[in-house]
């Protein structure tokens, strides 16, 4: 087994967001014994270690990942699809917009706002041609601080293993669970 250093310790802290009262807390230890041990002035008994290792462990299983947030079925259209399937796609689930994707990568977004001022004659024309630029794309791993950043910004987010879409999060799937 191979044990922490101090320095290992406090960047898992920071990483967690933890102050080291907060660890402490969690790991009923003092404020100046999580600051000597992260100083290096003091070698901690192993049990102590243990209860501040097993103390962020617990802090890690609390961070909101985007595996816990995403929708696996991604409702999308193809860049190549006619506007009116998107159209009618959008309606039929009722959403404002949907992703873009060819061949398992995301490559666009196309939304009501975007439709809603297209003549009829243009309603067999590729998606391709209306489409806006894609949603930003994380991986599972993603905390939900870094969502939400997105979400500030963009409709939705895309999740991405090794290029390939596995799932979307959007404002109302935070707002779902954040409430």
């Given at each position: 087994m191979?044990?922490p250093?101090?320095?290992d ?11 080291q009262s ?5 790991a009923?230890?003092?404020q ?5 041990i992260?100083?290096?002035d003091?070698?901690p008994?192993l049990s102590t ?9 617990e ?8 595996a816990?947030?995403m929708?696996e ?7 190549d699809?006619p506007?009116?399937?998107a159209?009618?796609?959008?309606e039929?689930?009722a959403y404002?917009?949907?992703a873009?994707?060819q061949?398992g990568?995301?490559?666009g977004s196309?939304?009501q706002?975007?439709?809603?001022h297209?003549e009829?004659?243009?309603?067999d024309e590729p998606?391709s041609e209306?489409?806006?630029e894609s949603?930003?794309?994380v991986?599972?791993d993603a ?8 979400l ?5 987010v895309?999740?991405t ?9 959007t404002?109302?799937?935070?707002a779902?669970?954040?409430s």
């Amino acid at each position: 087994m191979e044990l922490p250093t101090p320095t290992d310790l406090r960047q898992r802290r920071n990483d967690l967001g933890l102050t080291q009262s907060e660890l402490a807390n969690r790991a009923d230890v003092s404020q100046p014994l999580i600051a000597r041990i992260e100083g290096g002035d003091v070698d901690p008994r192993l049990s102590t270690l243990r209860r501040i290792v097993n103390a962020l462990q617990e802090a890690e299983s609390d961070v909101i990942k985007a595996a816990d947030l995403m929708h696996e079925a991604v409702v999308s259209v193809a860049p190549d699809d006619p506007v009116s399937k998107a159209a009618h796609r959008m309606e039929q689930e009722a959403y404002s917009q949907l992703a873009v994707i060819q061949d398992g990568i995301p490559v666009g977004s196309i939304s009501q706002s975007e439709l809603v001022h297209l003549e009829e004659e243009h309603r067999d024309e590729p998606v391709s041609e209306h489409m806006a630029e894609s949603f930003p794309t994380v991986s599972k791993d993603a905390t939900l601080d870094e969502i939400s950043n997105l979400l500030e910004h963009y409709k939705a987010v895309m999740i991405t293993e090794a290029g390939q879409t596995v799932g979307i999060i959007t404002e109302a799937d935070l707002a779902a669970r954040l409430s």
